[in-house]
């Protein structure tokens, strides 16, 4: 199988609104793929056709050879899905929990004590299989959710939001799991707004206002989005003089990074002047990820970037 998942132009409106516009995608078998935008971008409507829930208005699309209209069955027996909403029982016990699922995806009897066994072993809860759910942090929970949605060993797993609200460590610890997950040959499309997450993807598709303006590796992207010639200022009073940097004539953005500002200038050449206004040296920067985002976040939907940032 090329493709653990395509689409061609696929739609859904709601009424008058178009929350997904024509989305063509392409996700290589064992390929993490990142689904990035601003909130009601349609990121989660997407997910949601893709995994059979939501029968599109219009176009087509397979997941793992199964037609989306047509084999919607097919594909929820076959597929993982984890949301930031993922419901489990805060009554039982971890183990019930992954038996309960378990049972859900018709997990084989004869499987189902090894298969519970793995996922507590995934999760890193070994010897607290008897705890209530409900006793776990955040992290813990949220690894469990991840046991319960993969326990039948799906082909592809789609995360929908699935680390909102946990630590950074446990985002970061998270994440391990997903890239050992990939390396053994599982899909997973995940949607996420935190930028050091997507920098874990092996592939990044951007959307906004339901169309996708690029999709290309985290290295790519930062390479070629960017228009300009970006430096980063550090400055005592950075906040105040946000506005003053922005209105600047040869200064095409300004965006606060903690106690930096990054500074996006027309051309490399106006960095002694902006030295010269600000009174402080402009250091010549690589864009982040975050900086790609902002970039691709004021760009309307109907400007896609596929002209300028190969699709690979």
């Given at each position: ?5 395509t ?15 024509r989305?063509?995608l392409?996700i290589?078998?064992?390929e ?11 990121k ?5 056709m ?6 599109p208005?219009s ?6 050879g199964?037609?989306l209209?047509?084999?919607t069955?097919?594909i929820?027996?076959?597929?993982g ?8 029982y805060?009554?039982?016990?971890v183990?019930?929990?992954l038996?309960?699922y ?6 084989p ?9 793995e ?7 070994s010897?607290?299989?008897?705890e ?6 955040g992290?813990?929970k949220q690894?469990l959710a991840?046991g319960c ?20 460590i ?16 599982t899909t997973v499309?995940v949607?996420?707004?935190f930028?050091?997450?997507a920098e874990?993807?092996?592939k990044?598709?951007?959307i ?7 999709v290309n590796?985290?290295?790519n992207?930062?390479?070629n989005?960017?228009?300009g ?7 005592p009073?950075a ?8 209105n600047?004539?040869?200064?095409k953005e300004?965006?606060?990074h903690?106690?930096?500002l ?9 960095r002694p ?5 600000t009174?402080s ?8 990820l975050?900086d790609?985002?902002?970039?691709l976040?004021?760009?309307?939907g109907d400007t896609p970037?596929?002209?300028n940032?190969?699709?690979?």
């Amino acid at each position: 199988m090329e493709y653990a998942v395509t689409t061609s132009e696929l739609t859904r409106t709601f009424g008058s609104f178009t929350a997904v516009d024509r989305l063509n995608l392409n996700i290589k078998p064992g390929e993490i793929y990142g689904f990035i935008g601003p909130n009601g971008a349609g990121k989660s409507t997407a997910i949601r056709m893709l995994c059979g829930i939501l029968e599109p208005t219009s176009g087509s699309g397979s997941v793992l050879g199964y037609d989306l209209v047509r084999e919607t069955e097919e594909i929820k027996k076959r597929i993982g899905y984890m949301s930031q909403k993922f419901s489990l029982y805060e009554d039982l016990t971890v183990e019930e929990n992954l038996n309960f699922y378990a049972g859900l995806y018709s997990v084989p009897r004869r499987e189902l004590k090894g298969r519970v066994r793995e996922m507590v072993v995934m999760a890193g809860l070994s010897g607290r299989e008897e705890e209530l759910t409900a006793n776990l942090s955040g992290g813990w929970k949220q690894r469990l959710a991840l046991g319960c949605a993969i326990i039948s060993r799906p082909a592809i797993v789609f995360l929908d939001e699935p680390t909102s609200g946990v630590s950074p460590i446990s985002r970061r610890m998270f994440f391990k799991i997903i890239q050992r997950m990939a390396a053994a040959g599982t899909t997973v499309m995940v949607t996420t707004h935190f930028m050091d997450e997507a920098e874990y993807c092996d592939k990044i598709a951007f959307i906004s206002v339901g169309r996708l303006m690029t999709v290309n590796t985290p290295d790519n992207l930062k390479k070629n989005v960017i228009d300009g010639h970006l430096v980063e200022l550090e400055l005592p009073d950075a906040m105040n003089r946000l506005d003053e940097i922005e209105n600047l004539p040869y200064v095409k953005e300004c965006t606060v990074h903690g106690p930096l500002l990054h500074v996006l200038l027309a051309n490399e050449s106006h960095r002694p002047v902006l030295q010269e206004s600000t009174g402080s040296e402009p250091r010549s920067i690589t864009p982040s990820l975050e900086d790609v985002f902002i970039a691709l976040a004021k760009l309307k939907g109907d400007t896609p970037l596929s002209g300028n940032v190969p699709n690979l």
